[in-house]
């Protein structure tokens, strides 16, 4: 075991080290030694994304009394006039008997659209002479005032009219503010963190006065633009004010008093007598059975719940116009005592908020998320122990990682990076969803992602050498997909000389020396430039590899460095795809009037050294042996067949799924023993019918040859020639003629001799 961790240290202790001191990095960012606004926003972007991902459901006690764009439409240009919103306010309250109805709207200037005004203006003035008219105007007054009709429709019910803060330069005073939830009186010298405000614009006296209570709606976007928090309570002068979201939800419950609650030292515990601490923990309303604990945060701050997308299609609250509650036509089991808000909508009204969830979010909708949090108890709060919490899990995962990774393989190390951020992520949104815990995660993954990467890379730069140098080695040879192939195991190849089975291939063009002659020299260029990419684009595509170009010649082998089982058969198929790719580059040849290509390739497979070979100037990965040599000379000799390949019998007999036409047997210079050799045809399988027949015709010919039997040699081979005209069966009529005037001698074994390469 000693000797096991002695190697594991050697081996490893540099990428451990490099381990701790990305977790030594992560932890100075979590205690904030080291600020990084990217993992503050990544953890934002978590935030957000814990809310986008929630499937909402319908609250049924929340309505959201909509002035919408068919309310307007109907019923005219907001803002309307005070008897039609009295008419409103008359309907929630006692038609459908609204539990609590929250205004998201404000009414800070008098409403003169009765004329009432102007009329009273005539009476104490040019007319004041006309008693009848001052009399009138008395007995109109309940009809004609406007603001006093909606605040007799406000007076007793339970409505909470919204109002706002400012602290723009040049903000003025306007209107009247609700009473204060508490004041500074209230909290014993105590200096509470809050927003505060400079200038308001708020209700009417007369309808502030004659409404239940009253609550701000400013919200206070992040530096981002969006809206996640929202103040419970805000400061102005001396008093705290409650927000529209907390006053509706206190009026909805029956609560009276809202009250500090402080966290005492002594226990632990909540309390608002025992000690003299800065900072609020939560808000108690006081109810009935029990009071409603809101816990807040820094600057008496909530984080908002959203339970849906927003607006009529966002699936968390019912949206109803409200043309049809002033007409009382919408069905009354689906409203009847519910928590109403009215707002809107409408774009133009200037009431759509940037939210994680949605970036038109209807501002009411706001409040009525908060409301629901508030109802039922449920917050999702920071805890005072999150940095801790992320400093544990940022040792433990980094730990974990840093450990493990450098000793496993890219995939092993994929999965287990993969498997810890997965289970950090769902233990992170267990807690929020269940608890309702916001915790820190763009720490712990971003240490996830750096360790991985980091291993990842290591081991990279390592075994870039090894790969460099299989490339340096065999990139010119093989095709790039190969050396891929072989960079991902390097210690399994290498150039040192070896003797292995494989095939070689030798292909040259036929009347080069014509060819230049006719081309100038950039065409000359361009002509054999395309030759042979094409020729090694064939060789490479099949696992060719590509020795070198002798001329206008092109060499090839396969089975190394790759081992490659069925190399015969992979270089017969080239051969015969090199002879296709021809006729396609003489059609482009044609089109420029350069002469027609045409080539001969010989195939041979065999014993041979392969390995890096030559000089201590220069050396190349090469193939040499016999069976080299003859690849070499069938490719010279394919011109005195007229074929265009030909294969010698270990190639032919590795490769059996291929048809051949044997042509002759012959004797190669260098070489002593005869040597059958064959053309290629195509795949057995695909052979065409006739070429079948004219095959068995030939090879029964052939054998007539071999016997002497000239008569019937030639009659057999005059008939092929009348079907198919052939360069071989000229060659062999002729050879039958030359017997004929020269037999040849007893002992013939019907062998060709070539006596040149």
């Known amino acids: 075991m000693l000797r096991r961790l002695r190697t594991a240290l050697a081996k490893y202790w540099a990428r451990w080290l490099l381990a701790l001191l990305l977790i030594g990095l992560a932890e100075a960012m979590v205690s904030g030694l080291l600020p990084n606004p990217v993992v503050e926003r990544m953890d934002l972007f978590f935030y957000d994304l814990r809310m986008r991902v929630a499937k909402p459901a319908l609250d049924p006690r929340i309505v959201i009394v909509d002035i919408d764009e068919r309310s307007i439409d109907e019923l005219g240009r907001w803002p309307w006039s005070r008897d039609l919103v009295a008419k409103l306010v008359q309907q929630m309250t006692q038609t459908y008997q609204a539990q609590a109805v929250g205004f998201d709207v404000v009414f800070a200037e008098p409403d003169t659209t009765s004329g009432y005004g102007r009329l009273e203006d005539l009476a104490h003035g040019p007319l004041k002479d006309v008693p009848q008219l001052a009399q009138q105007l008395r007995m109109l007054k309940p009809q004609m005032d406007y603001d006093g009709r909606l605040a007799a429709a406000l007076k007793g019910q339970p409505v909470v009219m919204g109002y706002a803060f400012s602290n723009e330069s040049g903000a003025v005073v306007k209107g009247e503010l609700p009473p204060p939830a508490f004041t500074v009186a209230d909290l014993g010298g105590r200096d509470v963190d809050v927003v505060r405000w400079r200038a308001y614009g708020a209700n009417l006296p007369q309808l502030q006065s004659a409404a239940r209570a009253g609550g701000f709606f400013n919200p206070v976007p992040d530096d981002d633009g969006l809206i996640r928090t929202v103040s419970l309570l805000a400061r102005h002068g001396d008093n705290f004010y409650e927000s529209l979201a907390l006053a509706t939800a206190r009026v909805a419950v029956g609560g009276k008093r809202i009250k500090p609650v402080f966290l005492t030292s002594a226990d632990g515990l909540l309390g608002s007598q025992k000690e003299n601490y800065d900072a609020l923990a939560a808000i108690a309303v006081e109810a009935r059975p029990q009071p409603l604990i809101i816990p807040v945060e820094r600057r008496l701050t909530t984080l908002v719940t959203y339970r849906g997308h927003g607006g009529p299609q966002g699936g968390a609250y019912r949206y109803v116009p409200a043309i049809d509650v002033i007409r009382g036509t919408y069905p009354h089991d689906q409203l009847d005592g519910r928590i109403m808000l009215v707002g809107t909508t409408v774009p133009g009204l200037n009431d759509l908020r940037a939210t994680p969830v949605n970036p038109v979010y209807p501002g009411v909708e706001i409040h009525a998320n908060l409301i629901a949090s508030i109802i039922d108890d449920d917050f999702k709060t920071r805890p005072d122990f999150a940095a801790g919490y992320d ?357 013939w074994d019907g062998v060709t001799t070539f006596e040149t390469k």
């Not at 490479?540 to 002798?550: A, E």
């Open 391 to 747: 400093g544990v899990q940022v040792a433990l995962a980094g730990l974990l990682l840093g450990l493990l990774l450098p000793m496993l393989g890219p995939l092993a190390s994929m999965l287990l990076s993969l498997g810890t951020a997965g289970a950090l992520a769902w233990l992170n949104y267990w807690l929020y969803d269940s608890a309702g815990m916001v915790l820190p995660l763009a720490s712990v993954l971003l240490l996830v992602v750096l360790l991985f990467i980091s291993n990842l890379g290591w081991g990279y730069l390592f075994e870039y050498r090894n790969r460099k140098a299989i490339v340096n080695l065999f990139g010119e040879y093989v095709a790039p997909e190969l050396v891929a192939e072989m960079a991902a195991n390097p210690a399994s190849y290498n150039m040192e000389g070896e003797i292995r089975e494989l095939t070689v291939m030798f292909s040259d063009v036929r009347g080069f020396t014509t060819i230049s002659e006719s081309l100038q020299p950039n065409e000359l260029r361009e002509y054999i430039n395309l030759y042979l990419t094409a020729m090694s684009e064939d060789i490479r595509g099949n696992r060719g590899t590509l020795d070198k170009y002798i001329g206008d010649a092109v060499m090839a082998f396969w089975g190394a460095p790759l081992d490659v089982p069925d190399h015969a058969a992979r270089a017969v198929a080239t051969a015969l795809k090199m002879q296709q790719t021809t006729l396609l580059l003489n059609e482009e040849f044609t089109r420029r009037n350069w002469p027609p290509l045409k080539i001969g390739i010989g195939v041979n497979s065999g014993q041979m050294r392969v390995g890096d070979m030559g000089s201590r100037i220069r050396k190349a990965y090469t193939v040499m042996g016999d069976a080299v040599n003859l690849s070499s000379r069938l490719e010279s000799i394919t011109k005195v067949y007229g074929v265009g390949v030909l294969v010698g019998e270990a190639t032919r007999q590795a490769a059996p799924q291929f048809a051949y036409r044997e042509l002759d047997r012959v004797r190669v210079k260098g070489k002593n023993e005869p040597v059958p050799i064959f053309e290629p045809l195509a795949l057995e399988s695909e052979l065409d019918a006739d070429l079948r027949a004219e095959v068995q015709q030939w090879h029964a010919a052939l054998a007539l040859v071999r016997a002497q039997r000239w008569d019937e040699a030639q009659h057999a081979i005059e008939r092929l020639q009348a079907t198919q005209a052939r360069g071989l069966y000229t060659l062999y009529l002729e050879r039958i003629a030359h017997f004929r005037q020269t037999p040849p001698a007893a002992h």
